[in-house]
C-alpha cells in the first residue's frame, strides 16, 4: 500500500502540471506587460488612439487595434454562426447517419488546417477578389472576416454537435407524436432545449477569431487605425504583437506584452463566460 | 398568408443542407487548390535537397528536418505529463475540488491563443532560461500547447475501458498499478496514441508560438543539437509567402503542399485508429 499511495502523490504531481503551466504563463506575461499599462494609465493605454513606438516620445495607444480585433471578430461570427450552426443542426438532426459519420470529421479537418494556408489564401485569391469586385484596397477587415469566418466552423460545429446530440431523444418524440414536423420539432423543442450549449460553441469560436493570429496579419493590411468601413484595413491585437516582437527592445517590447495581458483577458473572460452558460445549461 | 409546415419544413432542409455543402465545398476547395498549385513543384529533389539563396532555390530538407525534432520533443514531453495527468483523473481520485482545478487548467490551457504561447515561450525559455532561438525552446512551448489534448483524448480513452477489467484484475489479487499498467493502459493505447497523433498534428501546422522561440534562421544542414535554431514548415511556408520575391512562390506552393498532405495523413490516421479503437469495446 506504501507504493499505491508514493505512485498517487506522482500522478497527482504530474496532474498539476497543466495548472503550474497556466499559473506560469500568466505570472509571466502580466510581469511583463502590467507595469507600463499603469505607469501610463489604463485609460490612456486601452482608449489611446496613437500607436507610434518610433517616436520621440513613444505613444502606445491600443484603442485602434482593440477595435480593429473587435471588428474582425464581429464579422467572423457574422459568416461563421449562422453557416456553423446550420451544418451542425443538419449533420445532428436530419442527414442520414452514414453522411453525418463522414461529414464530421471532414469538418474537424478544417481545423488541422495551418492558419498560414488560410491567411496564403486570403492573400492570394479573396483580397485581389475584394480589391477587384467589391473596392477598396483588398487588404481589409472583410478579408479578415471571411477568413476567420471560415476558420471558426469547426469549433462552432463540433461543440454545437455534441450539444444538439445529448438532447434526450424522447423530447423529439413527444414532438412528433403531437404531429410536428421535423423542422417544427428542431425550431420548437431541441434548439430551445439546446441553448445553452449552442451559446457556449458561439462564445468559444469568439474566442478562437479574437486570438488568431497568422492568417489576419496576412490578410488585413495591419494600418493601425480605428476600420472606418468592412473594407478599409485593420490590425489585430495578435497582429500588433506578432509582427513587431522581433524588433522590439524596452518600452516597446513592454507594450507588445501589455497587448499580450489585454488579450489573454478577453479570452478568460470569454472562457469563463461560454463555462458559465454551459453549466448553466445542464443545471436546468 | 401562412406557409403550411411541410413546406416549411422542406425549404429549410434544403437551406441547410446547401449550407453543410458550402462548408464541406469551402474545404475540399482549400486542401485542392494548395495542392493543385503546391505538388507540382514538391519534387523528390525539393524534399531532399538543402535550402539555397533564402528558400528561392534548393529544397527543404533542413526545414524538414528541424520540424520533425521540433514536433517530436513536443510531444515526448507532454505526453509523460499528460497521460499522468489523465491516469491520474480516472483511476486514482473521484471528483473534487482538486480534479475541478486541474480540469479549470486544462480548459484555461486549451483556450490561450498561440500567439500568447510565443510571447510567453519568448520571454521565459528564450530569454529568462536562456535557451536562445531554439529546438528545445520551440518543443517546451509547444509542449504546454499541447497538454491539453493529450490529456482530454487519453481521459476519454482511460474512460472508455469498461469497469468489469478493472474488478476482475482486483478480483485476481492485483494492486491498483498493476491493474493500471497491464490491464487499463494496454485496454486504452490506442486511443491514447491517438490523442498523440492529433497533438503531432496541432504542432506541425503551429506557426505563432515557434515563430519566436525556435527562430527563423534557415539552417543548410540538419541541425544536430537541441540548441540549434531552426525554422518549422509552416514557419518557412510564411516567410516565403510574406517576405519571399515572386521567384520563391513556386517554392512556398510546394512547402505549403507538403505541409497540408503531412497534417491530412495525421489527422485521417488519428480519426481512423480512435473509431477502430472505440468499435472495440462497443
Redesign the interface.
Known amino acids: 500500500m506504501k507504493?499505491?499511495s508514493a505512485?498517487?502523490l506522482?500522478?497527482?504531481g504530474?496532474?498539476?502540471?497543466?495548472?503550474?503551466?497556466?499559473a506560469?504563463?500568466t505570472l509571466?506575461?502580466f510581469r511583463?506587460g502590467l507595469p507600463i499599462i499603469f505607469r501610463q494609465g489604463p485609460g490612456s493605454f486601452l482608449f489611446g488612439s496613437d500607436w507610434d513606438p518610433g517616436a520621440e516620445p513613444a505613444a502606445f495607444g491600443i484603442f485602434a487595434m482593440i477595435a480593429g480585433t473587435f471588428a474582425v471578430t464581429g464579422g467572423a461570427l457574422l459568416l461563421g454562426v449562422?453557416?456553423?450552426l446550420?451544418?451542425a443542426?443538419?449533420?445532428s438532426e436530419?442527414?442520414p447517419r452514414k453522411v453525418a459519420t463522414i461529414?464530421k470529421?471532414?469538418?474537424?479537418?478544417?481545423a488541422?488546417?495551418?492558419?498560414?494556408?488560410?491567411?496564403?489564401?486570403g492573400?492570394l485569391?479573396l483580397s485581389p477578389f475584394i480589391r477587384d469586385h467589391i473596392g477598396g484596397s483588398g487588404a481589409s477587415v472583410l478579408a479578415g472576416s471571411a477568413i476567420l469566418g471560415?476558420m471558426i466552423?469547426p469549433t462552432i460545429?463540433s461543440i454545437s454537435m455534441d450539444t444538439l446530440r445529448s438532447v434526450p431523444r424522447s423530447y423529439r418524440e413527444g414532438s412528433f407524436a403531437l404531429g410536428?414536423?421535423?423542422?417544427?420539432t428542431?425550431w420548437k423543442v431541441t434548439l430551445p432545449a439546446a441553448r445553452s450549449g449552442l451559446v457556449a460553441a458561439v462564445i468559444?469560436g469568439m474566442?478562437r477569431a479574437?486570438?488568431?493570429?497568422?492568417a489576419v496579419?496576412?490578410v488585413t493590411g495591419n494600418t493601425a487605425l480605428v476600420p472606418k468601413s468592412p473594407l478599409s484595413p485593420a490590425r489585430t491585437l495578435?497582429a500588433n504583437?506578432?509582427m513587431q516582437?522581433?524588433a522590439a527592445v524596452g518600452e516597446h517590447r513592454e507594450a507588445?506584452?501589455a497587448c499580450?495581458v489585454v488579450?489573454?483577458v478577453i479570452?478568460?473572460v470569454?472562457?469563463t463566460f461560454a463555462?458559465w452558460v454551459a453549466k448553466l445549461g445542464k443545471r436546468a | 398568408m401562412r406557409i403550411p409546415?411541410?413546406a416549411?419544413?422542406v425549404g429549410?432542409?434544403g437551406?441547410?443542407?446547401s449550407?453543410?455543402l458550402?462548408?464541406?465545398g469551402?474545404?475540399i476547395w482549400?486542401?485542392g487548390?494548395?495542392l493543385w498549385h503546391g505538388l507540382p513543384s514538391a519534387t523528390p529533389h525539393f524534399l531532399t535537397s538543402m535550402p539555397q539563396d533564402s528558400g528561392a532555390e534548393g529544397g527543404i530538407l533542413s526545414v524538414i528536418a528541424g520540424t520533425l525534432f521540433i514536433i517530436l520533443g513536443a510531444v515526448a514531453l507532454a505526453t509523460?505529463?499528460g497521460v499522468?495527468?489523465a491516469?491520474?483523473?480516472v483511476e486514482?481520485t473521484r471528483e473534487n475540488w482538486?480534479t475541478r482545478?486541474?480540469r479549470?487548467?486544462?480548459?484555461?490551457?486549451a483556450?490561450?491563443?498561440?500567439?500568447?504561447?510565443?510571447?510567453?515561450g519568448?520571454?521565459?525559455f528564450v530569454i529568462?532560461l536562456g535557451l536562445r532561438w531554439s529546438i528545445l525552446s520551440g518543443s517546451l512551448t509547444l509542449a504546454?500547447m499541447s497538454?491539453?489534448t493529450i490529456?482530454r483524448t487519453a481521459e476519454v480513452a482511460l474512460r472508455s475501458v469498461p469497469q468489469g477489467y478493472r474488478e476482475v484484475s482486483y478480483a485476481l489479487g492485483a494492486?491498483?498499478?498493476q491493474m493500471v499498467l497491464r490491464v487499463v493502459l494496454p485496454g486504452a493505447l490506442p486511443g491514447i496514441v491517438t490523442g498523440i497523433v492529433l497533438a503531432l498534428?496541432?504542432c506541425?501546422?503551429?506557426?505563432?508560438a515557434v515563430?519566436?522561440t525556435a527562430g527563423?534562421v534557415l539552417p543548410d544542414r540538419i541541425p544536430t543539437s537541441p540548441g540549434d535554431s531552426v525554422r518549422t514548415l509552416?514557419v518557412h511556408?510564411?516567410l516565403l509567402?510574406?517576405e519571399g520575391t515572386s521567384e520563391s512562390q513556386p517554392k512556398?506552393f510546394a512547402t505549403?503542399a507538403i505541409?497540408?498532405l503531412a497534417?491530412?495523413v495525421?489527422?485521417?490516421s488519428a480519426?481512423t485508429l480512435m473509431h477502430r479503437f472505440l468499435a472495440r469495446y462497443r
Request: charge should be negative; hydrophobic fraction near 60%.
Open positions: 507504493q499505491d505512485i498517487r506522482i500522478l497527482l504530474l496532474a498539476m502540471s497543466s495548472v503550474a503551466a497556466l506560469v504563463i509571466f506575461i511583463e449562422p453557416v456553423g446550420g451544418s443542426i443538419f449533420l436530419f442527414a461529414l470529421p471532414a469538418l474537424e479537418l478544417l488541422g488546417i495551418p492558419s498560414v494556408v488560410f491567411g496564403y489564401i492573400m485569391v471560415i466552423l460545429i410536428a414536423t421535423g423542422w417544427q428542431t468559444l474566442g479574437v486570438g488568431e493570429t497568422m496579419i496576412m495578435t504583437i506578432a516582437l522581433n507588445l506584452f499580450g488579450l489573454f479570452i478568460m470569454l472562457n463555462n | 409546415p411541410r416549411v419544413h429549410m432542409l437551406i441547410l443542407w449550407v453543410t458550402a462548408a464541406i469551402t474545404l482549400i486542401i487548390w494548395v509523460p505529463l499522468g495527468t491516469i491520474y483523473l486514482y482538486v482545478v486541474i479549470y487548467g486544462a480548459d484555461c490551457l483556450g490561450i491563443p498561440s500567439i500568447i504561447f510565443g510571447l510567453f519568448y520571454v521565459f529568462t504546454l497538454l491539453p490529456i494492486t491498483r498499478w498534428g496541432r506541425m501546422s503551429e506557426t505563432a515563430i519566436f527563423t509552416a511556408f510564411y509567402a510574406t512556398a505549403a505541409l497540408v497534417i491530412l495525421i489527422n485521417v480519426y
